[in-house]
């Protein structure tokens, strides 16, 4: 069951924050997080585990609430360099192994 | 360290034209894996071996593509024939196995194919 990711793209000035949810109809083991820039691979941010535990990467972070199916990764104070489709991928279960992608979210961040 | 290595990055070729690329991973990564991407959409994963052993392999269109992994290191996807819809990127990504969970995916630049 593919992942719904909200919002589809959001345009930010530099500064500002911004949130991406990842959201899935069934239970999830792990949630992983990626973003790519046009042109080039999908670049690894960070992997959450259940257990509802919060990780940060600089000024990006990201929660994983088990209860509710859904991940949120969060931007702040938002650099140029930010920009770029965001992915979520979400597992269901220890030892299932399928990363099953959401749709992307494209943020685009302006000076 | 060197990154996971694809080839060609373009490849431009007519309908029913055989094609096929090459994915180099990262030195001892035993997950490797292929993706094609659409424009605007997120990867879907088309084969995942452990080693030489191909584990997944539920979304490979079988009737046209076709995919090794010698050694267990070096894999090839090809595609014969090709067809319109299968013009897009296609990605290889490879990962060191984690008990119990997918860990960290290094992708390569991926091979973008045009079908005519």
């Known amino acids: 069951q593919q992942p719904v990711q909200s919002p589809q793209a959001v345009i930010l000035r530099e500064g500002e924050d911004a949130v991406i949810n990842c959201s899935s109809s069934k239970a999830l083991y792990s949630v992983h997080w990626y973003r790519q820039k046009h042109g080039e691979a999908p670049v690894f941010l960070m992997i959450l585990l259940k257990g509802g535990e919060q990780k940060g990467h600089e000024k990006i972070s990201a929660s994983f609430n088990e209860k509710k199916q859904q991940s949120s990764l969060y931007l702040t104070a938002s650099q140029l360099s930010y920009s770029g489709t965001y992915f979520c991928g979400t597992e269901e279960g220890y030892s299932n192994y399928q990363l099953i992608w959401g749709a992307g979210t494209k943020l685009i961040i302006k000076p | ?116």
């Open chain 2, 1 to 116: 360290e060197a990154g996971v290595v694809q080839s060609p990055r373009y490849k431009i070729i007519e309908k029913k034209q055989p094609v096929a690329f090459w994915c180099n991973p990262i030195s001892g990564h035993n997950t490797l894996y292929w993706y094609r991407q659409n424009l605007g959409q997120g990867p879907e994963l088309l084969i995942r071996y452990e080693n030489e052993e191909a584990v997944d392999d539920s979304q490979l269109p079988k009737d046209r593509f076709s995919a090794e992994r010698l050694k267990g290191v070096d894999s090839t996807l090809k595609i014969q024939p090709a067809e319109l819809g299968d013009s897009a990127v296609y990605l290889c990504a490879s990962s060191v196995r984690l008990r119990g969970q997918t860990g960290e995916l290094f992708f390569g630049e991926g091979s973008r194919l045009t079908v005519l």
